[in-house]
């Protein structure tokens, strides 16, 4: 009776509002994009023709920068959810941008790739990659299309954000030098930390956190969860095979764009500014609507969504110039509805007590794609440029791993749906 009672009582105090978390998200999303989107890209471009090395050089090393960085992301990331279920989330996503300021800092200041290199893995040990922020809003909405909603609002923040950055980081590449954006990025990052400092809440009230656990318990239990929830386990896969596709291409989409439409790095932030007005687009316009048709059958609308994204990525491989690139583009905007409906598809079948764990082991398996797609986009990039595989294969790959991805996301949905028919009282399956 006490358990049965203590639910409403706990929902009579109002949930904390999301606006801080998504304006002080903005700031530091738009610190992030300023300085990697295109300028880390371009930055070991430079840093490694200025040592000598070719295209397909730089291309494999890019590769394995960014595989280590998320291969530091795979590391930390559940570590760092399941210590936020225990003490918090401001605490974590303090640390999280205090971590973010220092990193940009020291790559405003890095004279070759060695610590570039360096540095930016050892960045990624308290990047909350969105694990963090998703947790927030799992513990301020309720599960179902409101939670999607939330997201898409935070999926939006993050379009605003991919529309600033890349401008502002092409501009400031091109001014003011190969430093620039990374000290923007920095002072970006600092006034994220004082905003979260001073305006962020508290979203998991003490009587809501985890006890306290082992340090290494956490991985352990995100298999346990997936051991008890078959449908969980089909939608963590397809999270993690469309996060494999996007990985692929988006570790060489910089070079790639030079190399396919022959732009400079100022055409690269504009076509990824355009790419952030996508994001704002599907999110403002085009989720709110699908979640009005769907009504039940957001599996559906995931299927559909990841499946014009593959076609996206075969329509990017075959554009004969860049115009057509950006009609690509806008056609296909509603595919950046799939991760916040995806996301929102896997948080209803997770307790409360547990959104934390479960939004750092699904970063912790985004990135682990990320190293894999990261090291299979570089090597086939490469290639390409070594004239042994079409200038389009890691596109043609991410679309691959998109197919796969919406098989499984069909699969979890039968499952879970079996599993629901399989509750019902034995009267009712004939009704």
Known sequence: MKETLAEPLLGTHPKPKLAPLYAVSLIRTTGVA??????FNLRIAALGAAAGHDAAAVANAMGLISALRSFSEFTAAPLLASWSDRLGRKKALLASALAFTL???LLAVSPGLMMLGLVHVAGG???SGGAIETSCIADATPAGPRRAVALGRFFTVIGAALVLGPALGGYLLGHFGGAAPFACASLLGSLALLGTALLVPEYLPP???AKSKAPLLPALEAMQLLAQVPPLRWYAAASGLFNLGMAVYGTVNVLWLKEAFGWTG?????????????????????LPGLLRLAKGREPIVVQGAILLHAIKFLGYAWAPRGCWAYAVLAVSSPTFCAAPILSSLCTRHVPSTQQGLWSGST?????AASVVGALIGSRLLALALQGHLPLGSPLYAGCVFHLLAACCVGCGSRRFAKDAAEDLPDALHGA
Do not use: C, K, W, Y
């Open 34 to 39: 300023t300085a990697m989107m295109p300028a």
């Open 103 to 105: 990193e940009t800092a």
């Open 207 to 209: 009587g809501r956190r």
């Open 125 to 127: 040990l308290l990047s």
């Open 266 to 286: 100022q055409d690269v932030g504009h076509f990824l500014s355009a790419l952030g007005a996508a994001v704002i687009l599907s999110q403002v316009v085009f």
């Open 363 to 367: 970063s912790a398996l985004n990135t």
